[in-house]
């Protein structure tokens, strides 16, 4: 399993995934699950989550595909159109490796990106594209899209990230999200990969790996659960007495 996920707030984009795809109790394997197609007038980044062959398989297409004369990611004109050909690309994978004798062994085909960026003359965009092919995308009202391993990381974000919450302070909301998944997921786990981007900048403003003992994160993680114990010791006890 994994967990991956993006945040639009105004200011720009924070996006996040972690690089487990395999976990037990003797075999763990690890893969990233961040990819970034950049060029002079835009920035796209895809987090992956699901079956690991199809989502190789659509990430080798697309990167493939970066220099032919046919629509690809080097040249859509919007992230919309960008959205619409990743999932026109999954469908092409699925449909093609998808057989009978798999379906039959209930073998599951399918995975979810979330594809975030901008491109020039736009503003930055982030979208969910579903194992079907097709997509939402994130708006002021729901500033946050998930994929994977969520519902641990869920509340924090619920509590904290809004359409005007500072870039850092959602950077740092995304971290404690995944503090709290790895913590009570065995299937999530580091390294996990963090991008920030800066609305009108077509490079990421920071990509950084943290990776197990990073002093950040732990500081991060010590923090969050000394302060979740006092703010615990301090909520009144029930009115009842026993």
Request: glycine share 8%; with cysteine; net charge negative.
């Amino acid at each position: 399993m994994t967990y991956c996920v993006a945040v639009r707030v105004e200011s720009g984009l924070v996006m996040a995934s972690d690089s487990r795809t395999n976990a037990g109790v003797d075999h763990v394997a690890t893969f990233r699950k961040m990819a970034t197609f950049s060029a002079s007038d835009r920035l796209l980044v895809l987090l992956s989550a699901g079956n690991l062959a199809t989502t190789q398989s659509v990430l080798s297409l697309l990167q493939q595909r970066l220099h032919s004369q046919h629509e690809n990611l080097n040249n859509v004109s919007s992230m919309y159109d960008a959205a619409c050909l990743i999932g026109h690309t999954l469908r092409e994978v699925t449909e093609r490796d998808q057989s009978r004798e798999g379906r039959e062994a209930g073998v599951d085909f399918s995975c979810s990106f979330l594809l975030g960026g901008q491109i020039a003359g736009d503003t930055h965009r982030l979208y969910n594209i579903y194992p079907q092919g097709n997509f939402i995308e994130a708006t002021d009202d729901t500033p946050y899209l998930q994929i994977g391993e969520s519902k641990y990381g869920k509340p924090i974000l619920d509590r904290v990230i809004e359409h005007h919450t500072e870039l850092m302070e959602a950077a740092k909301c995304v971290l404690v999200s995944f503090d709290s998944t790895i913590r009570s997921n065995l299937s999530v786990g580091l390294p996990v990969d963090l991008m920030i981007h800066v609305s009108g900048r077509l490079q990421p403003a920071l990509q950084y790996r943290f990776a197990e003992g990073d002093p950040y994160l732990v500081k991060l993680r010590e923090a969050w659960s000394q302060g979740l114990r006092q703010l615990f010791s301090s909520i009144p006890d029930l009115p009842w007495g026993l």
